[in-house]
């Protein structure tokens, strides 16, 4: 588990614990958090960001007990993440993002038509790579939304 430190001036690492070989329970969670908390001082403690797992839930409940004051958030970006997965598994955004995977796929494994999609789009790569898959599915589904031209290569004589 990391800990890291945000404040105005900077973004920091604060803290590692190997918990390879215990189990990632709310309770050992809370300790190793609390015990931070307590390192750094409740009084310069505000927020606890995490991700929303079930573990870091129960971590929630008993700081909320023991520190009131301190206010427990889950990841925006992982709560964004769970989004585009639930909207990925919709069977009108499956389709389609199979479609794409596909395409892409097989631009990416032929030379040829590789060589031809760098032309048509000025040496742009189509897969967008995010921070999870399904972020790069989306970005990936977008990036073909904008290159138009790709129209053009299909019925060119190239």
Request: hydrophobic letters at 40%; glycine letters at 4%; one cysteine or more.
């Amino acid at each position: 588990m990391n800990l890291c430190v945000n404040c105005k001036e900077d973004t920091g690492f604060l803290s590692s614990k190997d918990s390879s070989t215990e189990a990632h329970m709310g309770e050992n969670i809370f300790k190793y958090v609390l015990c931070t908390i307590e390192e750094v001082g409740p009084k310069n403690v505000v927020q606890v960001v995490t991700d929303n797992a079930s573990n870091n839930m129960a971590a929630t409940k008993m700081l909320k007990v023991k520190m009131p004051s301190i206010f427990w958030s889950s990841c925006a970006i992982h709560t964004i993440n769970l989004m585009l997965e639930g909207i990925d598994k919709l069977p009108k955004f499956k389709n389609t993002l199979e479609e794409a995977k596909s395409f892409t796929i097989f631009i990416y494994a032929h030379h040829t038509t590789l060589t031809l999609i760098r032309a048509f789009t000025r040496k742009r790569d189509i897969v967008r790579p995010g921070v999870t898959r399904f972020a790069s599915a989306f970005l990936t589904l977008a990036s073909l939304l904008e290159k138009k031209k790709l129209r053009a290569m299909f019925t060119s004589t190239d």
